[in-house]
């Protein structure tokens, strides 16, 4: 039975508001806005980015098998002939009518998730419990910005039962603006911590910018962190739009309670108690702080009226994407040690988690707790002081060695105890070479920063030099 396409080509006349040039393209499966990944039959967007305008790839996006591509009106005349064409006078303007005429034509049932950490970890463990009770369709990584939210909408089939969406921002008002175009029926604010504070005056604003996610609420269900210091100001905002408001976390008031957490092995178990009911599952993935953000999975999965016990036994399969605490066990020496690829993202709070993750996981014989760190980004003028405060977690948590990246870290590497303090450099790429030669068997190894220090690049060195089939 062949699959119904994603669009015909009459509906994305109306939905972009376009005129046609060249031929009328019958159907699109997918939409795109990258040819690197673009497939076979899949709408081309020609979005201008912050590096390249995508006009310039609309050919080739045409020899890598694009149904039709979507540019503006000062691109027509030099792009007409290159294949079906839909043209707009706005290219990121229409992306977002698509996006908003597929929420439309949906009947499904709708979260949205924002928050300064856990949004990922969040939106994904949603998703697979949705998906064992009905189609269901999600932001891809981290597809939250004025790009990805409309893109991710615009994917969404007509037939979707559940879909989930993470919104991000690092400006005040672009959390309302993304909001408007998903329109959920369950908001969630994962956490308020102090990330992009070059932005923001403080982490009251900070919370004020993710509590914009409430104003898309027609009525609906707002679901917030209990534990978190910016609690009572998010619960206002959201009570002002939802017609009900839940909480998740350690406090014994909170709804979604976590009553015990025990680490086990890659992953957890995870007692809790949520609206009376009392719950004992495994999560895939290891981290209190997964296992905090589960709950607030489950009452998403709760507002939507699923069974809380089979949602919450769907999470063993839960597994945590690159760069989020994904693990490996790698060879090396005679035995192996742990690799712990936390390398996406970083702020204060989480690498706090990062390293209390790390204090759960006990090394092997004769191994060592190894942390490495690169610069935490978007800090504003308190950047170095944050730097500097994670030095009694380091101590928390036992590390036996640490190794920094970047003129940040450079104040916690001082701040740190000597003992502890194995190397620092000014960037990841001179960092790689200590910290490959100190590996060995029973270790384990974090290895985390924000996207701007490159911690990424140790991670694959890691992976290449420890690799199963180049170990000697």
């Not at 009525?219 to 939802?242: H, K, S, T, W």
């Not at 712990?340 to 191994?367: H, K, Q, V, W």
Request: charged share 20%; with cysteine; glycine share 8%.
């Amino acid at each position: 039975m062949k699959q119904e396409p994603l669009w015909s080509g009459l509906a994305l006349v109306g939905a972009l508001q376009a005129r046609v040039s060249g031929a009328l393209a019958r159907e699109a499966n997918g939409v795109s806005i990258d040819t690197r990944t673009l497939q076979p039959g899949d709408l081309f967007v020609a979005i201008k980015g912050e590096a390249r305008d995508g006009h310039e790839f609309v050919r080739a996006a045409f020899e890598r098998g694009a149904a039709a591509a979507v540019i503006d009106e000062a691109h027509a005349r030099e792009l007409a002939g290159a294949g079906p064409l839909f043209v707009v006078k706005d290219v990121q303007h229409s992306l977002e009518m698509l996006g908003m005429r597929a929420r439309d034509r949906t009947g499904a049932l709708i979260a949205a998730i924002t928050g300064s950490v856990g949004k990922t970890s969040t939106k994904d463990m949603t998703r697979l419990m949705l998906s064992h009770f009905g189609a269901t369709h999600a932001s891809v990584a981290s597809y939250n910005n004025q790009w990805g939210v409309p893109l991710s909408l615009a994917r969404m089939p007509a037939s979707t039962r559940y879909g989930v969406f993470e919104l991000g921002m690092n400006h005040p008002s672009e959390i309302a603006a993304l909001v408007t175009q998903v329109r959920p029926h369950v908001a969630v604010v994962t956490r308020v911590a102090p990330v992009h504070l070059e932005y923001f005056d403080s982490v009251a604003a900070i919370a004020d910018a993710k509590a914009e996610i409430f104003t898309g609420l027609e009525g609906g269900v707002a679901v917030i962190n209990r534990d978190d210091p910016q609690y009572e100001r998010l619960a206002d905002a959201a009570f002002a739009y939802a017609g009900h408001v839940l909480d998740f976390g350690e406090s014994e008031r909170a709804q979604a309670r976590l009553l015990s957490y025990r680490q086990i092995d890659a992953g957890c178990e995870v007692e809790a108690d949520v609206l009376g009911k009392r719950l004992i599952y495994r999560i895939g993935a290891p981290g209190k702080h997964v296992a905090l953000n589960s709950l607030a999975a489950l009452l998403v999965a709760l507002s939507f009226d699923l069974d809380l016990e089979k949602v919450a036994a769907t999470l063993v399969d839960f597994a945590p994407p690159p760069g989020r605490g994904q693990r490996e066990t790698l060879p090396a020496g005679n035995g192996a040690f742990t690799l712990i690829d936390e390398s996406y993202n970083a702020n204060p709070t989480s690498m706090r988690a990062a390293l209390e993750l790390l204090a759960a996981t006990r090394p092997g014989a004769g191994g060592r707790r190894i942390a490495v760190l690169g610069d935490m980004l978007e800090l504003g003028t308190e950047g170095a002081e944050l730097h500097a405060a994670l030095a009694p977690d380091l101590m928390r948590a036992k590390v036996d060695l640490l190794f920094t990246a970047g003129p940040l870290m450079q104040r916690l590497y001082y701040a740190a105890p000597e003992a502890m303090r194995a190397a620092h450099r000014t960037s990841a790429l001179e960092l790689e070479e200590p910290v490959l030669a100190a590996i060995r068997s029973g270790d384990v190894v974090m290895i985390k920063g924000s996207n701007g220090s490159r911690m990424t690049r140790i991670v694959a060195a890691t992976k290449e030099k420890f690799a199963p089939e180049t170990a000697s």
